[in-house]
């Protein structure tokens, strides 16, 4: 995970967090994250990056629709991910530590 940009991290986490995503979904969601429009250009590509770095599996619901799962590596790299945060960042909302 620690060779990926932001922008990758957030495409995993947004996959993590959808069931069996489309592209266009993704990118509606980073948009609304980001505020700002997500172009295909930069979206695609990346997307194509996380499958050839074995985080993502890219899967094919007609013709012109994929959907992209995260592989069981993409998973551990998240948990790991977050273990890794978790050393740094302690924060507490409402009593819980989150």
């Known amino acids: 995970m ?7 991290r957030d495409l995993l986490y947004v996959i993590a ?9 993704i990118k509606e ?3 609304d994250y ?23 599996e890219k899967g094919q619901r ?7 799962t995260l592989t069981r590596r993409g998973r551990r790299e998240i948990k ?6 978790g050393n740094y960042i302690d924060i507490e909302y409402g009593g819980v530590r989150v």
């Open 17 to 25: 967090g959808l069931d069996e995503p489309h592209g266009l979904a």
């Open 62 to 68: 007609d013709r012109r629709t994929n959907y992209y």
């Open 34 to 56: 980001y505020e700002k429009e997500i172009h295909h250009g930069r979206l695609y590509p990346n997307l194509d990056t996380l499958v050839e770095k074995g985080l993502v």
């Open 2 to 8: 620690y060779d990926l940009t932001g922008f990758q």
């Open 80 to 85: 790991a991910r977050k273990e890794w945060e």
């Open 29 to 31: 969601e980073l948009e």
